[in-house]
Nanobody, 114 residues
């Protein structure tokens, strides 16, 4: 089992920045993928960014150039630096861990006001 604890969400004005953190604990593997999805009301869950245990990253098209994912394997923590936030980035952001199974955090609300 894997447990994920997120932090860092909140309310920010358009153009602002936020940093999300997600700490993983439990039965962890270096090669696992960690990342972030988001889900807005009435919308499907979408990939924001993901990182392998070896440094490869991938981003959703809507956040490329604005968001950066990073990972500290020693702390089993993944971060999402979100810059130039837009109102359409408003969503619940969910931490994701994948190794054979998918594990999810409880979600953290990000609200961007115009």
């Amino acid at each position: 089992q894997v447990q994920l604890v997120e932090s860092g969400g909140g309310l920010v004005q358009s153009g602002g920045s936020l940093r999300l953190s997600c700490a993983a604990s439990g039965n962890l593997f270096r090669g696992a993928i960690m990342g972030w999805f988001r889900q807005a009301p009435g919308s499907q869950r979408e990939l924001v960014a993901q990182s392998t245990g070896y440094g490869d990253t991938n981003y959703g098209d809507s956040v490329k150039g604005r968001f950066t994912i990073s990972r500290d394997n020693a702390k089993n923590t993944v971060y999402l630096q979100m810059n130039t936030l837009k109102p359409e980035d408003t969503a619940v952001y969910l931490c994701w861990y994948k190794w054979r199974n998918d594990y999810w955090g409880q979600g953290t609300q990000v609200t961007v006001s115009s």
